[in-house]
């Protein structure tokens, strides 16, 4: 875990350097000898090598640096400032998506072969096959814009946060239910179903406790993608609805080669995924029962 | 008979599949006597499984249709009851074991936990009393450490243990009826013997009537007091075990009991399989379906259906070579004899 | 007693000997005791005749409504894209000052919307008496739109499949050698897709297009190097399945070789998977790019790709619908294909389907 960090870390700077151009706006309009007074205050003319293990160095206490582009900002205070309306949409768009596409799955596939169902399979395929920035674009359009039902964008109040949220959470939608419908089918199928039921059981007792129960457990390795997913759909729902996150962040300064701060991101956005995998790694083994018990004494 | 628990009537199951409509069942009748074990013999795709299922309703929705027959317990026909009822009925009045206890428990639930769900529904006990009632259960089956092991989950077992687990849940709520499907067959040899023991002692000691169903003929000559041999969805003979291994009068059984390797014979002597394979159900024809493989087949065997005939009383067959027009020498040695 | 007669199944009886009507018999008759014997050697005839793996395949995947679409759409939609430009008249980057903004218009198509009406409802070709359709309308330089859309669409696909072939390609190698010769090799290989694993696709791709200035190059390079990792998984999978399986030991006890092992036994049973995967690369490639053209970091003017096209419409959304309209309905219904086919190709190459 750490030594993907470590690999994404030296990765990210080495490429950096390899960036053409320089981080200062309008160098032209520097003269030589003030680019190289810029250049030595932010360590640009040491060797590379040197700079690597100084940027190491502060990145153990947690010193990400200084952006090019805004004088005097550090790029942890502009991480945090932005972070909020990231986290918030992003957070509003699994949670919501997550409960709507259980939701979705196990109901089309307790109705499987039934209109419901293939409605609620088209919409997924739907949900995943269009890209979520035509999506948005249109969902701007038609509610934002045309209808005027809600804000359109920029960030002013709690209701802005919905229609970007939503755009993200359709992605999230499509892909759970899908899942869900999939895993419910499969234990379906299984023979300790027709015990279950055998034993007398009344169906609506059936499904909740044992088919539930064991489709849902893989659905948590899909936190892992579903949220690198809403990580890559931030940069442009950010952009769309003009949402000062850390999404839109990245992508201007990417476009401005502010190298500082395009490795922060960059560094937080891995860690920030590493750590979800982590999290999930360990929630599997809670949850299936088989997992911790691998070396488990029989009788 | 004022014995009778269960009686199966004219019973048809059919199958809609992406190839067509499969016959799997297509009119059995048999009864099953209080306290008696009666054995369902047959090949795989005879129609003995889904005939089990049926009788509790546990065929699959999608695409098993019972259409026809009646299935007759304590006075009800158990194919016409609401589901409530049905559900009430199973675990609690008829149970079933099935036959892969690899895949027969939830795996993700603890094994205490599966056998007082049924408990608590059937019986209306508090969560102490039915802990008791499911640790007892275990150790009747002889699990140790019971009280240790309702914390446990299925995969902590090894296959013969969680037979037996299979078959303390399914005799918790002391039923009337036991129906194994094959509860032996995917067990080592071993094992199988103490898990027909286990059974045959509870059955003592609880006085349950069983409907064992298996291909294999040496848990047949164990447990059962009647058996019913079937091919490709019908009973071609049933009669109680003594009658059936020594007297038996329809070629497939015949067949089934000659394929046997059995220890006291000459080495030497062959092997005699049945030649061919099963029809296949969706395109089954009329006349006796196993007239393909039968090496006494006539004429008419090819074009009508055999019609019952009791020899004995309890022994029947279904089979043209029992007609009266059927000329003796076409008869094989022993039938209507002992061999 | 009941007969029951169906078909022509009464015909075949059960020895699988077609008889003439007259042939059977209505009632029971007293000569109809008479053997009968069966000949053992048809017992076991096949039921029906062979079929190969892959006919069996193209059989159920023809039988499924959504790919039958799926592959009417594509070549439907491949076949503009490479037919769409030429038959405009115009190229891609041809630019008219006096053209500029045109609402699509196609005669005979008028009461769908293609009446050349702006927003405001007036006809703009009449407006400024211009005699040319352009069906898909123009943009603010006076380039034909249907030109660029599929001119676009042509580009998409085309970075796409070269990325997604690449992938294949150092995936299955990868993938192979790893499963093949197990042991330490596997080990070290799975290792390092690990750590590659945890890195966030998107943020390899970004970095790299910042290196190599954004253009076709540079972005099928970028998805090659993140794309190779899931075939890379899915080959070595399907060969560590296969691998244990007898009919690959048995093939081995009779003195096979490696390499015909891998050529005639393995392949062909990881071919499936490997097509599944393939289709399902495409559209995630094709998002990829068009998410990067979105954000700035795709293609640059004037090269057209669906990503740009729609960057385009959506910067005029307000009051030229039209303009993203179009691109988004063609790269919607490409991926939509895409996935619905490879949906289809994965059930109908999986034979445990059961329904």
């Known amino acids: ?299 | 008979m004022n014995d009778e628990i269960l009686e199966v009537k004219n019973l048809h199951v059919n199958f809609h599949t992406q190839n067509g409509v499969v016959k799997a069942v297509r009119g059995v009748d048999f009864t099953l006597n209080k306290g008696e074990t009666l054995a369902i013999v047959g090949e795989s795709g005879s129609g003995k499984s889904v005939t089990a299922k049926a009788i509790m309703r546990l065929l699959p929705k999608q695409n098993a249709r019972i259409t026809s027959g009646k299935v007759n317990y304590e006075k009800n026909d158990l194919l016409e009851m609401p589901l409530k009822k049905i559900q009430q009925i199973r675990g609690s009045q008829i149970s079933m074991v099935f036959q892969d206890p690899m895949t027969a428990l939830n795996p993700t639930m603890k094994i205490g936990r599966q056998i007082i769900e049924g408990l608590k529904k059937h019986q209306n006990l508090s969560s102490k009393e039915a802990k008791i009632k499911a640790i007892n259960m275990l150790k009747l089956v002889g699990i140790p450490n019971a009280e240790d092991r309702l914390d446990s989950y299925p995969h902590q077992y090894s296959g013969g243990m969680r037979q037996r687990v299979v078959i303390a849940m399914a005799l918790a709520c002391n039923p009337k009826i036991l129906i194994a499907d094959e509860p032996t067959t995917a067990l080592d040899v071993t094992i199988q013997a103490q898990i027909l023991e286990l059974m045959k002692d509870l059955q003592a000691k609880t006085g349950t009537s069983i409907i064992i169903i298996t291909h294999d003929l040496g848990v047949v000559a164990n447990m059962a007091d009647r058996v019913a041999v079937m091919y490709a969805g019908e009973i071609v003979e049933m009669g109680s075990v003594d009658e059936i291994f020594y007297n038996p009068q329809h070629p497939y059984t015949l067949g089934l009991l000659q394929s046997m390797p059995k220890l006291h014979e000459n080495r030497n002597k062959p092997l005699i399989p049945i030649p061919g394979s099963p029809p296949d159900l969706a395109s089954i024809g009329t006349g006796c379906p196993f007239a393909p493989r039968c090496p006494y087949t006539m004429k008419v065997c090819h074009y009508f259906p055999p019609v019952k005939k009791e020899i004995l009383d309890g022994h029947s067959v279904s089979c043209w070579l029992q007609d009266n027009r059927t000329p003796k020498e076409l008869q094989p040695i022993g039938i209507g004899g002992t061999i | ?355």
Request: proline residues 4%; glycine residues 8%.
């Open chain 1, 1 to 299: 875990m750490l030594v993907t960090l470590f690999v994404i870390v030296t990765f990210t700077f080495f490429l950096m350097h390899l960036l053409p151009g320089t981080p200062f706006n309008n160098p032209e309009k520097l003269s030589d000898k003030q680019l190289k007074i810029l250049n030595a205050k932010y360590g640009l003319d040491e060797p590379v090598a040197l700079q690597y293990i100084r940027y190491l160095g502060n990145l153990i206490h947690g010193d990400l640096g200084m952006s090019f582009q805004y004088q005097g900002r550090t790029v942890d205070s502009m991480i945090i400032d932005r972070i909020g309306p990231s986290a918030i949409i992003g957070l509003q768009a699994m949670v919501f998506g997550s409960i709507i596409g259980l939701l979705l799955g196990v109901i089309s596939a307790l109705r499987h072969n039934t209109l419901l169902d293939y409605g609620s399979v088209t919409l997924a395929v739907l949900g995943m096959s269009i890209p979520s920035f035509v999506f948005a674009a249109l969902l701007q359009y038609f509610i934002g814009v045309k209808l005027g039902w809600l804000p359109p964008a920029l960030w002013e109040s709690y209701r802005y946060t919905l229609l970007p949220s939503f755009a993200l959470s359709v992605s999230v939608i499509a892909t759970v239910s899908r899942f869900i419908r999939t895993e419910m089918l499969e234990v379906l199928g299984h023979d300790y179903i027709i015990t279950a039921r055998a034993k007398g059981l009344s169906e609506s007792n059936v499904i909740s406790k044992h088919v539930l129960r064991n489709a849902l457990i893989p659905v948590v390795t899909m936190l892992g993608p579903l949220a690198v997913g809403i990580m890559t759909g931030t940069l442009v729902i950010e952009k769309i609805f003009a949402v000062p996150g850390l999404g839109e962040q990245f992508t201007l300064s990417i476009l401005v080669n502010d190298y500082s701060v395009i490795m922060g991101i960059t560094i937080f956005y891995s860690a920030l995924f590493i750590f979800v995998v982590f999290v999930v790694d360990i929630l599997y083994g809670i949850l299936d029962p088989r997992i911790n018990f691998k070396r488990g004494a029989e009788i």
């Open chain 3, 1 to 355: 007693m009941n007969l029951e007669i169906n078909n022509n199944k009464a015909l075949q009886i059960n020895n699988n000997e077609p008889l003439e009507i007259q042939d059977i018999p209505t009632e029971i008759t007293d000569d109809l005791f008479v053997a009968a014997p069966i000949d053992i050697n048809k017992q076991d005839e096949i039921a029906s005749p062979p079929v190969t793996f892959w006919r069996e395949a193209i059989g159920r995947l023809l039988k499924n409504k959504g790919s039958i679409i799926s592959i009417i759409l594509l070549v439907f939609m491949i076949f503009l894209a490479l037919v769409g430009p030429q038959i405009s008249g115009h190229t891609y980057r041809q630019q008219n000052i006096v053209h500029t903004n045109l609402p699509p218009k196609i005669s005979g198509l008028e009461w769908l919307g293609f009446d050349g009406k702006d927003v405001h409802g007036i006809d703009q070709y009449k407006k400024r008496n211009i005699k040319e359709n352009y069906w898909f309308g123009t943009d603010e330089f006076g380039r034909d739109l249907w030109t660029r859309v599929w001119k676009g669409t042509q580009i998409s696909l085309f970075i796409a499949l070269v990325a997604a072939l690449l992938d294949l390609f150092i995936g299955v190698l990868y993938g192979g050698i790893s499963a093949f010769y197990g042991g330490k090799v596997d080990n070290v290989m799975q290792r390092i897709i690990e750590i590659l694993v945890g890195i966030p696709n998107l943020i390899v791709i970004i970095l790299f297009i910042l290196i190599l200035e954004p253009g076709i190059t540079s972005i099928i390079l970028a998805m090659i190097v993140t794309g190779w990792v899931s075939m890379a998984r899915v080959v070595r999978g399907q060969i560590l399945q296969l691998k244990g399986q007898e009919f690959v030991l048995a093939s081995r006890t009779l003195g096979a070789s490696n390499r015909r092992l891998i050529g005639k036994h393995l392949l062909p049973n990881v071919m499936g998977p490997i097509i599944v995967t393939l289709m399902f690369t495409i559209p995630t490639a094709i998002f990829f790019e068009a998410f990067l053209s979105f954000i700035g970091l795709g293609l640059q003017a004037p090269l057209a790709s669906l990503g740009v096209l729609i960057e385009d419409g959506y910067k005029g959304m307000r009051f030229f619908t039209y303009k993203l309209i179009f691109p988004a309905v063609v790269i919607s219904a490409i991926m939509i294909s895409f996935n619905l086919l490879g949906d289809g190709l994965r059930d109908a190459l999986d034979p445990k389907m059961r329904k």
